[in-house]
């Protein structure tokens, strides 16, 4: 028999951290390859962990609520065969695998700050290999594993061409339909010298007695922690201005409540969002600049020909962002469908971290919650984002008459060092338009 330390791996990326739910299984039990172990919530969703092989759990670490970072231990197995772990070395388990846990550049728990040591040695260029030895000790994601027991690949023998060698979902797809590609040299990363953190417990609310009265500190939810850094990130690489357009959609509110009502019939619930989406999307064609990203770096803009439209929705942990995929491709119906389908799912935290990646435009949909106008942060890295607001009667003139019409805000907030006022300007007003007359919106989506 032989022991087993298995690290939290590299669940997505950008995903270096998470908050441990509950654990699926009990100290003692025996469990099969891919039987899951525990629930772990990211920043994105609360994802099940697997077991990467066949034996016995002989100890759990760490509790519900703590957090946990790529490359701690997680579980200590008992497995069959002659090839034991190497016990970690100098209170580090980092020798118990053959990769890195990835740099943790910023605070990771509300108690206790983790200590980080990174001197830098540089790694000469190499050609990625096939990983050979036990599946548990590939470098891959557990979708990338199950990816790879579905089409029938052994995933040990596989080259890996991402990160440090990780193995992708695309290089599974090239062993299973293709004839295997002769891997170009790559630069590896640089590797970096640290001591794997201890999983460190979330810290409790606190009571205290001012001059003026009680107070409670609560630490903040790790999923509201992870937003706050997005929305810092996002202030402090791009330069948000916020431009707001006014659309009347009394006949679009025709339009809309017939199709409701008939969709029904069909248990199609039918909301203004899924015409937004399409509207939007037609916007996204004629002015692509904010279907794009922007490298800093290197100075490069990326204009994406695919429109992955994420849909925010308030959950009561917080903001989630679902991505509607390919939207261009799909009807008012199925979008419909799927905007209901995943915000049902991002309130449950059921959503899966594939249909959470990949955005490349974000709607925020302030209207139930009503206000006139607001300045929407952006979802970075994208470059823009758009905030739609309550649909109410107001009074306006037409024709040189008063009279009420549904009138609607719409507000953009966009990158101003990538697009300038006067394209957000155009780009709003098309869309604007196009709500405002639905029979010119059917001919552009």
């Excluded at 679902?322 to 939207?327: E, L, Q, S």
């Excluded at 719409?410 to 957000?424: M, N, P, R």
Aim: aromatic letters at 6%; one cysteine or more.
């Amino acid at each position: 028999m032989a022991t087993h330390e298995f690290l939290f791996p590299d669940v997505g990326e950008g995903i270096h951290e998470g908050q441990l739910v509950e654990w699926l299984a009990q100290e003692g039990d025996s469990v099969k390859e891919d039987q899951p172990l525990c629930r772990v919530e990211t920043d994105k969703a609360v994802v099940e962990i697997p077991s990467p092989t066949t034996g016995k759990i002989l100890k759990f670490h760490g509790s519900p609520g703590e957090l946990i970072i790529v490359g701690n231990v997680l579980v200590t197995f008992e497995t069959e065969g002659d090839n034991a772990t190497p016990p970690p070395q100098n209170g580090s388990s980092a020798a118990a695998t053959p990769a890195a846990a990835p740099v943790v550049t910023a605070p990771v728990s509300v108690a206790t700050p983790i200590a980080v040591a990174t001197p830098v040695t540089p790694v000469a260029a190499i050609a990625p290999v096939p990983v050979a030895g036990r599946p548990q000790d590939v470098r891959a994601t557990p979708h990338t594993r199950a990816l790879a027991r579905k089409l029938g690949v052994d995933i040990t023998t596989v080259v890996g061409t991402g990160r440090a060698g990780r193995i992708t979902d695309e290089d599974i797809d090239t062993a299973a339909g293709q004839a295997p590609v002769q891997a170009a040299h790559v630069v590896a990363p640089t590797a970096t010298t640290r001591t794997a953190p201890a999983i460190s417990p979330a810290a409790a609310p606190t009571l205290s007695s001012t001059e003026y009265g009680s107070e409670e500190r609560v630490p903040m939810s790790f999923l509201k922690r992870r937003m706050a850094e997005q929305m810092a990130l996002s202030m402090r690489k791009l330069t948000h201005v916020t431009h707001v357009e006014e659309a009347d959609l009394t006949e679009f509110w025709d339009v809309y409540g017939a199709a409701k009502a008939r969709l029904k019939k069909d248990d199609i619930k039918l909301s203004p969002l899924a015409y937004f989406v399409k509207a939007i999307v037609a916007a996204l064609k004629a002015y692509p600049i904010f279907n794009s990203t922007w490298d800093q770096e290197t100075g490069e803009i990326t204009y994406k020909h695919y429109y992955n439209i994420g849909i925010a929705v308030d959950t009561p942990e917080g903001l989630v962002v679902p991505v509607i995929k390919n939207a261009e491709t799909k009807s008012i119906a199925q979008i419909a469908t799927e905007i209901a389908d995943l915000a049902k799912r991002a309130r449950t935290r059921d959503l899966k971290l594939e249909e959470m990646r990949g955005g490349t435009f974000t709607i925020t949909n302030i209207g139930p919650l009503g206000g006139v106008h607001a300045t929407p942060i952006i979802n970075y890295p994208e470059v823009a984002i758009i905030g739609v607001h309550s649909i109410e009667d107001r009074p306006a003139v037409v024709d040189g008459e008063i009279c009420i019409r549904k009138r609607m805000f719409l507000s953009t907030s966009f990158d101003h060092q990538v697009i300038d006022g006067a394209t957000g300007a155009r780009f709003m007003r098309l869309i604007a338009t196009m709500l405002g007359d639905p029979s010119y919106l059917f001919t552009q989506i």
